[in-house]
């Protein structure tokens, strides 16, 4: 395919595409709305001619959109990754809450109605009893609810990033701060894998093994990614997958059946229960 030939992709763009670059082991492609991006890579011990031209191009598109959703495969695990370009002006991010917390409870699609989103996906564990949440939330600078266990993602409000390690039982003062959501565990941190779920409070069975995950990090220039993954993976597993994809910093998500996702009306990932709090993230 010569370059500006046009290619559909029904299955995630709805619209055609741009073959960036196509050769026997690579095709990069992204649609006109710069929402797709598919790169198979060849095994690592093979040459590969031409595949980094194809990412570069591919990189540059989508490092110029204010959002974008693309789909792609890291280290042979197939994920999808939402990207918010937090130096584009207008983008607000904050928590929704469930009406009655912190016990209770609302659908995904309610939520994501109610606040507006553009962007939604599922926020910090709770307990599925009590409903209670397990770490902080605050929200248009608001301390909304105070828990005791996990990472912080922690934005001021012009949205520069960080990512703190709260010691368990402990809680920071978030004055600072426009938006915190407390949950993890921690991924990465300062551009290397470090994970110890334990030392954070985590201890659940089910959520300690591989399963699908979903999570958040973000770039050194300013790029806030949601990914979520539809095989399991260890905590290990999806620290590596944030790294690749050029993470500083990373955290885990509230999964299994509370794994949600929502983009530009459309639910990516529909949850299997009713949730507590859930991220919004308005993009104009």
Not at 113 to 140: C, E, K, Q, Y
């Amino acid at each position: 395919l010569p370059t500006g030939t046009k290619h559909p992709a029904p299955s995630l763009g709805r619209g055609f595409g741009n073959a960036l670059a196509l050769t026997a082991e690579t095709v990069g492609v992204a649609t006109l709305e710069g929402q797709v991006r598919w790169v198979r890579r060849p095994p690592a011990h093979r040459p590969h001619a031409g595949g980094g031209v194809a990412d570069a191009l591919a990189d540059a598109v989508i490092r110029r959109r204010p959002d974008v959703l693309y789909g792609t495969a890291v280290q042979g695990t197939p994920v999808r990754v939402v990207q918010v370009n937090l130096n584009h002006p207008g983008v607000e991010i904050g928590t929704d809450v469930a009406r009655g917390l912190p016990t209770g409870d609302e659908s995904f699609e309610a939520r994501v109605n109610r606040s507006g989103a553009t962007i939604a996906a599922t926020g910090t564990f709770f307990d599925t009893v009590s409903l209670r949440p397990v770490g902080d939330l605050v929200s248009g600078g608001q301390l909304l609810y105070r828990g005791f266990v996990g990472t912080a993602l922690a934005l001021t409000p012009d949205l520069e990033p960080q990512m703190i390690r709260v010691p368990r039982g402990r809680s920071l003062d978030w004055s600072a701060f426009d938006f915190v959501l407390r949950c993890g565990p921690a991924l990465v941190m300062d551009g290397q894998s470090d994970v110890d779920p334990s030392a954070e409070g985590f201890g659940d069975p089910s959520i300690m093994g591989s399963v699908p995950r979903i999570g958040i990090g973000f770039t050194s220039d300013r790029r806030l990614l949601l990914v979520s993954t539809g095989v399991p993976l260890s905590f290990r597993g999806f620290a590596q997958v944030f790294r690749a994809l050029g993470c500083t910093h990373a955290m885990n998500l509230d999964a299994g059946s509370s794994r949600a996702l929502f983009y530009r009306g459309r639910y990516i990932v529909r949850p299997g229960r009713r949730l507590t709090n859930i991220i919004a993230i308005r993009v104009p």
